[in-house]
Nanobody, 125 residues
Framework: QLQLVESGGGLVQPGGSLRLSCSASGFTLDNYAIGWFRQAPGKEREGVSCMSRKGGSTNYADSVKGRFTISRDNAENTVYLQMNSLKPDDTALYYC??????????????????WGQGTQVTVSS
């Protein structure tokens, strides 16, 4: 059974950092495109960052470029999202998701097939 589990969320002050983890079981993450998404109350789910299979390419939403970095640890079968210079607008439930495609990754959440349960990130003073 394909499963994704996110961790690493929490409460952080503006300007702070967090690193989210997305661990996979039942499949090898490196063979899948992986995306990070977020959803704040009353807002649509939005794509934050993604990485294509085998780490071929990455993509970031304009709102997080230069602040967030996606990376992959194949030995741990885990994908990370390093978030720096966090802002209150980054507050949301963050999800990782996977899809087995051979093209560059996209930030459209409808593309992805396997989802984790989410981890809450709250940026507040």
């Amino acid at each position: 059974q394909l499963q994704l589990v996110e961790s690493g969320g929490g409460l952080v002050q503006p300007g702070g950092s967090l690193r989210l983890s997305c661990s996979a079981s039942g499949f090898t993450l490196d063979n899948y495109a992986i995306g990070w998404f977020r959803q704040a109350p009353g807002k649509e789910r939005e794509g934050v960052s993604c990485m294509s299979r085998k780490g071929g390419s990455t993509n970031y939403a304009d709102s997080v470029k230069g602040r967030f970095t996606i990376s992959r640890d194949n030995a741990e079968n885990t994908v990370y999202l390093q978030m720096n210079s966090l802002k209150p607008d980054d507050t949301a439930l963050y999800y990782c998701a996977a899809v087995r495609v051979f093209t560059a990754c996209v930030l459209s959440w409808r593309t992805y097939r396997t989802w984790g349960q989410g981890t809450q990130v709250t940026v507040s003073s």
